[in-house]
């Protein structure tokens, strides 16, 4: 191999190596920093759990709804199915009529599980 081409790389790596050391410092400061100039004061008050500004009432323990998680399992779903579109439509012109054929067949089970939960009545709130 040339010389040159490794003396290419090395400059390359050098800079991800700098960038490494920046940050692994950076980080690691900041939590020396706060750790030494931070409030030390420990109390009843200060270790009691914190929500909006309202003190805690009953348990933390009540029952969701399935339809909530169902929900979110489905945003999830229909959300990363999403993201394969982009790269398909960047593309679009470039792949063709092929290419169309094949998200078609990508999209159709989507959209049979779609119309599975539509039917299923999955979405509707009570």
Known sequence: MDTSVIENIRLDYFSILVQFILVVGFVGGTFILTHILGPKRKGTQKLQSFECGLDSIGSARLPFSVKYFLAAIL???????????????INFRELGYDGLLKMIIFITPFLLGYYYVIKKGALKWD
């Not at 199915?81 to 439509?89: L, M, N, V």
């Open 75 to 89: 945003f999830v779903l229909f959300d990363i199915e999403i993201i394969f579109f982009y790269p398909w439509a």
